[in-house]
């Protein structure tokens, strides 16, 4: 299975709390000035969102060999024992379109860089979303209704590279195995996405205990965004 997804914004538009949260601030601080920012961004991004991805049935089995990329990942992690134990795998890429960096740059460049911010912020939200939206599609291809009850079980979570121990240079063989220019996506060369805030990575679907895992891997101290808690929290309640 290779398909394209022409995703619906209103799926990936955040919610102004998930904005908040996003900046790590208190609900109560967030002022009324904030709240009109946030507003407008968020408006901005439901105008210039085009939303696209493209998913790849993988077999898992040739995990190893994208994974490893060019030799610089962590000696640990927790990716390769997620797939390796997962039921079915996609390599996924997707993107929201380049107009909203473009007006993020264009903010910042005349003025209003408060609000370049805040629509920066947007965008990290709605990629978080497209992430999960991505996973849930792949969940509808496994498992098209009327589905079994063990299907009905699978939890699908997805895996990047630049997280978690998968050094960021592990985009280089994902895109070579993926092609996601066929959706407008290419990589620079210290491979970093364009358009800004797209995502890629391996969607694992799996029973939930195959996504739990600790914060006790050699580079959890360094890292700020801790996200697979958020993101844990989210499939276990989804
Ligand atoms: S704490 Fe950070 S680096 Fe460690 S597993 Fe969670 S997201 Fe990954």
Redesign the pocket.
């Known amino acids: 299975m290779r398909k394209i997804f022409e995703l619906d914004r209103r799926d990936i538009v955040p919610t102004p709390l998930e904005v908040v949260k996003m900046q790590k601030i208190p609900e109560r601080s967030v002022s009324p000035r904030i709240v009109r920012m946030m507003d407008e961004a968020i408006a901005l991004f439901e105008d210039l969102a085009r939303p696209r991805g493209l998913m790849e049935y993988f077999e898992t089995g040739g995990f190893p060999g994208i994974y490893e990329g060019g030799g610089l990942n962590a000696p640990d992690?927790?990716v390769p024992s997620i797939v390796a134990r997962s039921e079915a795998t996609a390599l996924m890429a997707a993107t929201m379109g380049d107009a909203l960096a473009l007006k993020c740059a264009d903010l910042f460049a005349h003025g209003s860089a408060s609000l370049g911010y805040m629509l920066d912020v947007v965008n990290s939200a709605a990629a978080e979303r497209l992430g999960r939206r991505m996973c849930s599609l792949f969940l509808e291809h496994l498992c098209p209704e009327p589905c079994e009850e063990k299907i009905k079980e699978i939890k699908a979570q997805y895996y990047c590279p630049g997280?978690?121990?998968w050094h960021i240079s592990g985009q280089e063989k994902l895109f070579a195995a993926l092609n996601p220019g066929e959706i407008g996506m290419s990589l620079n060369e210290r491979w970093v996405m364009r358009p800004l805030k797209s995502i890629s990575g391996i969607i694992a679907a799996a029973p939930i205990e195959v996504h739990r895992?600790?914060?006790?891997?050699s580079?959890?101290p360094?890292?700020?965004?801790?996200?697979?808690?958020e993101?844990l929290i989210m499939l276990e309640n989804g």
Do not use: L
Request: charged share 30%.
């Open positions: 992690g927790p997280h978690c121990g895992f600790g914060q006790d891997f580079f959890c360094a890292c700020r965004e801790r996200k697979c808690i993101r």
